[in-house]
C-alpha cells in the first residue's frame, strides 16, 4: 500500500430526494422531484458544504430524481448551478445507469472505481441498495429502516477505493434535511 492509499478516503451515500409519484412502473426512471425534495436536496448540499464534505467525485444513477437531486445538492454546496462556484472546484461527476436499482455489490463495484486521487465521493442512488451499501460497509451503524429520502450516510476508511469491503468503513456521520 502506498502512502497515497492509506490516506483517509470519505464515501457519502445519499438517497434520492422526495420524488412525485408515478403513475405506473414504466415511467419510474422520469419521476421528479416534489418540492419538499427540491428543497431537502438543497439542504443536503448545504450540510456538506458546512461539514467539509465536498465531493472529489459524484457518482449519479440516471433517473430523473437523482440528477435533480444531484443539481440541488450542488446549489445547496455552492449557491450556484453544478458547474462550480465559489466553495471549491467542481467535482467530477459521472452518470452511471448502473445505479438504477442496483444491488449493493454493484454500487460498490461502481465505487471501487474512483480515481485513486480521490479522497472524497458522493453515490446519489436508490434504495434499498444504497441502505444496503451502508449496511454493508457498517453493519453496526445501521438501522432497520434504512436511508430516509435525502439522507446522507458518510463512511470513512484508511485504504484505496478498491480495498472498500464489509464492516471495512464505519459510519462517521448521518443526516436528513428533516433533522
Known amino acids: 500500500m502506498t502512502d497515497a492509499d492509506s490516506e483517509t478516503r470519505t464515501l457519502v451515500l445519499l438517497r434520492h430526494a422526495k420524488a412525485e409519484q408515478g403513475s405506473d ?3 419510474d ?3 421528479p422531484l416534489s418540492a419538499r ?3 431537502d436536496a438543497a439542504a443536503a448540499g448545504a450540510w456538506l458544504a458546512h461539514h467539509g464534505l465536498l465531493p472529489d467525485v459524484v457518482i449519479c444513477s440516471t433517473a430523473r430524481r437523482t440528477r435533480q437531486t444531484w443539481h440541488g445538492v450542488a446549489m445547496g454546496m455552492t449557491g450556484s448551478p453544478p458547474e462550480g462556484g465559489p466553495t471549491g472546484p ?3 461527476v459521472r452518470y452511471e445507469p448502473g445505479a438504477y436499482d442496483a444491488h449493493p455489490e454493484e454500487l ?3 465505487v471501487r472505481t474512483v480515481d485513486p486521487a480521490a479522497r472524497t465521493a458522493l453515490l446519489i ?3 434499498p441498495g444504497i441502505s444496503l451499501l451502508s449496511a454493508f460497509l457498517d453493519p453496526e451503524g445501521v438501522n432497520d429502516e ?3 429520502t435525502a439522507e446522507l450516510a ?3 476508511w484508511r485504504a484505496g477505493w478498491p480495498e472498500l469491503s464489509r464492516a471495512g468503513a464505519p459510519l462517521t456521520a448521518r443526516h436528513t434535511a428533516r433533522d
Open 25 to 27: 412502473a414504466a415511467d
Open 108 to 110: 460498490l463495484s461502481l
Open 125 to 127: 442512488a436508490h434504495n
Open 29 to 31: 426512471a422520469e419521476r
Open 90 to 92: 467542481r467535482p467530477t
Open 146 to 148: 434504512g436511508l430516509r
Open 154 to 156: 458518510v463512511h470513512r
Open 37 to 39: 425534495g427540491t428543497a
